[in-house]
T-cell receptor, first 115, second 112 residues
Framework: DSGVTQTPKHLITATGQRVTLRCSPRSGDLSVYWYQQSLDQGLQFLIQYYNGEERAKGNILERFSAQQFPDLHSELNLSSLELGDSALYFC??????????????FGEGSRLTVL | SQQGEEDPQALSIQEGENATMNCSYKTSINNLQWYRQNSGRGLVHLILIRSNEREKHSGRLRVTLDTSKKSSSLLITASRAADTASYFCATDMNTGFQKLVFGTGTRLLVSP
């Protein structure tokens, strides 16, 4: 058990809909990362938050947004869903602060299926 | 786009054999990490090697890093069926705050 909790584990929805994925990081970790894993694109970095502030942005679509709340949990919002958004969405956390890279602890992921 | 490319894409060996996976990357890094993923599960950190290190060991794992060639290798010695998984390298690029970019992964199958 990594200590990172993601909900829901599975989600099936229709095109055009909006979903919210939730992540609770390990106790004490200030950084939260979101990744998307699909068969054709591999594991893609979406966005990182550190102590409530956005720190790095990757290949995140404009239809997607995220935030980290004062209690450090994070949410990834996916809107106007398309078939191609079907993927595993992972949240990871770390204690990383500037200049101190370390390991990431991954949750078990949220599997999104868009029909 | 992927920072790291792994080779081979898939590897099939017998129990007891060694498995070697290679990772190449494009830009300068703070560190390089290897992760393991069992099918459909979350990734698990295996080992981290910093840019000023050349080799690191952890149990049956040995990682090397050649920053001049922008490449790394992961060696798993005396493989077991339980080592069957996908293995990913991840590079922490020199951008101030940590931003791990994952490679394409190697699927390892260890047969009893």
């Amino acid at each position: 058990d990594s200590g990172v909790t993601q909900t829901p584990k599975h989600l099936i929805t229709a095109t055009g809909q909006r979903v919210t994925l939730r992540c609770s990081p390990r106790s004490g970790d200030l950084s939260v990362y979101w990744y998307q894993q699909s068969l054709d694109q591999g594991l893609q970095f979406l966005i990182q938050y550190y102590n409530g502030e956005e720190r790095a942005k990757g290949n995140i679509l404009e239809r997607f947004s995220a935030q980290q709340f004062p209690d450090l949990h994070s949410e990834l919002n996916l809107s106007s869903l398309e078939l191609g958004d079907s993927a595993l969405y992972f949240c990871a956390s770390s204690v990383a602060s500037q200049g101190r890279g370390g390991e990431l602890f991954f949750g078990e992921g949220s599997r999104l299926t868009v029909l | 786009s992927q920072q790291g490319e792994e080779d081979p894409q898939a590897l099939s060996i017998q129990e007891g054999e060694n498995a070697t996976m290679n990772c190449s990357y494009k830009t300068s890094i703070n560190n390089l990490q290897w992760y393991r993923q069992n099918s459909g599960r979350g990734l698990v950190h295996l080992i981290l090697i910093r840019s000023n290190e050349r080799e690191k060991h952890s149990g049956r794992l040995r990682v090397t890093l050649d920053t001049s060639k922008k490449s790394s290798s992961l060696l798993i010695t005396a493989s077991r069926a339980a080592d069957t998984a996908s293995y990913f390298c991840a590079t922490d690029m020199n951008t101030g705050f940590q931003k791990l970019v994952f490679g394409t992964g190697t699927r390892l199958l260890v047969s009893p």
